[in-house]
């Protein structure tokens, strides 16, 4: 019965999508300031969060970070997707019936035996990293790695946040 119970909560964990958010239970964004301007950024999601929504996640916190710090604009360094593979494994089981049927002193029993193997779930938890500056001014023409950070929250924030960000 707990082996029961503990599948099932597991379940239930993993059927809800990574909320934006801090890292916790589910998952979310961790971030260090690297010097003045510069900013790490790591999202970290569940199985029900797709990679896109994890990639908007980072750029969005790398805009609410650049706003935080009294920067207009950023500029992506570096990324990375680093998701990693995990496995779930529901277990088999078997049932088994058997009739007996007496004749006088003679009894015949047949055994019936159902085996259901045991499944195996891939999981994939999405990774997004961006390592980015930050800086003031007015964003550059020319740059495809650079955006406006208000822009970005303006544009993201329904997406990332959902109700909350209208």
């Known amino acids: 019965m707990k082996k029961?119970?503990?599948?099932?909560?597991?379940?239930?964990?993993?059927?809800?999508?990574?909320?934006?958010?801090?890292?916790?239970?589910?998952?979310g964004y961790t971030?260090?300031?690297i010097d003045e301007n510069t900013f790490s950024i790591s999202v970290d999601n569940n199985g029900m969060t797709s990679k896109q929504?994890?990639?908007m996640q980072a750029l969005y916190r790398a805009a609410e970070l650049?706003?935080?710090?009294?920067f207009d604009y950023f500029v992506v360094g570096s990324t990375a997707n680093n998701a990693r593979s995990i496995s779930m494994v529901?277990?088999?089981?078997?049932?088994?019936?058997?009739?007996?049927?007496?004749?006088?002193?003679?009894?015949?029993?047949t055994t019936t035996t159902r085996y259901t193997p045991s499944t195996i779930v891939p999981i994939e938890l999405p990774n997004s990293t961006l390592v980015i500056k930050a800086?003031?001014?007015?964003?550059p023409e020319g740059i495809g790695t650079a955006y406006d950070a208000k822009s970005v929250l303006k544009?993201?924030?329904?997406?990332?946040?959902?109700?909350?960000?209208k």
């Open 66 to 70: 650049t706003v935080e710090h009294g």
């Open 90 to 109: 529901t277990p088999g089981n078997s049932t088994s019936n058997t009739t007996i049927n007496s004749y006088g002193s003679t009894a015949l029993a």
């Open 135 to 139: 800086f003031k001014g007015v964003k």
């Open 31 to 33: 971030d260090s300031r």
């Open 4 to 27: 029961l119970l503990a599948i099932l909560m597991a379940v239930l964990l993993a059927a809800c999508a990574t909320p934006y958010g801090k890292y916790g239970l589910l998952g």
């Open 155 to 165: 544009y993201l924030g329904p997406q990332v946040l959902g109700e909350k960000g």
């Open 53 to 55: 929504v994890t990639s």
